[in-house]
């Protein structure tokens, strides 16, 4: 599974659609350079829409998933297991963000078991969102819980032959954000789809 997140220009999104990709990602957080502030003429209809909240209130999240006809919510802040139970008791499908550095980073997981579709996996840094850094995807071998993941942080066009390498049961796929980029939020669309040739490719 292939999730391109932080996109928001209507022709860019089209045509990153048109590519196969399972999700695309829509950035619902003021503080990002790729926050998503008006609706574009052009939204997802092959891949998956998700929204990417950062401690978002219920009552957002619910008028966003509607107004964008959000698949999935992402929450990318510091949610609690009840935050989650509550949006998941309410019928969405919710991937956790947790910020990864050190084995210790995988303890507070399990308290979200159950509550989650994916966990996603990503590189613990001073504020909420991508780094464009990678890091140490060893850790995830003392992961063991039984929601599948994605991993995320610092993959680019060059990342193919360690996510050859890297396996887990619970790998579900990855998510690809800044080093797919031109400027924050458009997306260089052949350098994705060369990345996506060779993973298939590599195979």
């Given amino acids: 599974m292939i999730k391109v997140c932080g996109m928001t220009e209507a022709d860019n999104i089209r045509n990153v659609d048109v590519l196969g990709v399972d999700m695309i990602g829509f950035i619902f957080y003021p503080k990002s350079p ?15 829409r998700v929204g990417v909240f950062v401690n978002e209130t219920k009552e957002n999240i619910h008028m966003y998933a509607d107004r964008f006809g959000l698949d999935y919510i992402q929450l990318h802040g510091d949610e609690s297991p009840e935050y989650c139970r509550t ?5 969405f ?18 308290d979200y078991e159950g509550f989650c579709d994916y966990y996603l ?3 613990r840094t ?16 003392r992961y063991t819980n039984s929601t599948p993941f994605l991993l995320s942080g610092g993959i680019n066009p060059y990342s193919v032959k360690a996510l ?13 954000n800044s080093r797919f980029e031109t ?10 789809e060369r990345f996506l040739g060779e993973l298939k490719i590599k195979n």
């Fill in 34 to 48: 790729r926050y998503l502030y008006q609706i574009p003429r052009y939204l997802p209809t092959l891949a998956k």
């Fill in 87 to 91: 949006l998941h008791s309410n019928g």
């Fill in 93 to 110: 499908r919710i991937i956790k963000a947790f910020s990864i550095a050190l084995p210790k980073d995988l303890l507070a997981v399990s």
């Fill in 121 to 123: 996996f990503d590189t």
């Fill in 126 to 141: 001073a504020r909420y969102g991508g780094s464009g850094q990678q890091f140490d995807w060893n850790i995830l071998q």
């Fill in 164 to 176: 050859k390498e890297f396996h887990h049961p619970r790998l579900a796929g990855i998510d690809i």
């Fill in 183 to 192: 400027s924050p939020g458009i997306k260089d669309v052949e350098r994705i």
